[in-house]
Nanobody, 114 residues
């Protein structure tokens, strides 16, 4: 089954940057599109970004121009570069294939505050 391991989260002040990584196993990585999601306390899980097998990308409006999704097929890894972070970006961030499997990883906590 697909295994997803997120890392790279932490605390940062508004305007700062973080880079998240997700290592994927249990599937042929280069043949699947990948998504990033996030979930803030008391809210439903929200889709954030997608990268296709061909490298096309798409983002939720609230992060356009600030976040960049990328992939490294040799390392079975999808990344999310997060710049100009805002307090409303605070959430647990998850990766998954597109469409998502029923199994999610532990996620990685991102906290943006002064």
């Amino acid at each position: 089954q697909v295994l997803l391991v997120e890392s790279g989260g932490g605390w940062v002040q508004p305007g700062g940057s973080l880079r998240l990584s997700c290592v994927v196993s249990g599937t042929i990585f280069r043949f699947i599109s990948m998504d990033w999601y996030r979930q803030a306390p008391g809210k439903r899980r929200e889709w954030v970004a997608r990268i296709t097998t061909g490298g096309d990308t798409n983002y939720v409006d609230s992060v356009k121009g600030r976040f960049t999704i990328s992939r490294d097929n040799a390392k079975n890894t999808v990344s999310l570069q997060m710049n100009s972070l805002k307090p409303e970006d605070t959430a647990v961030y998850y990766c998954n294939k597109a469409p998502p499997s029923g199994s999610w990883g532990q996620g990685t906590q991102v906290t943006v505050s002064s």
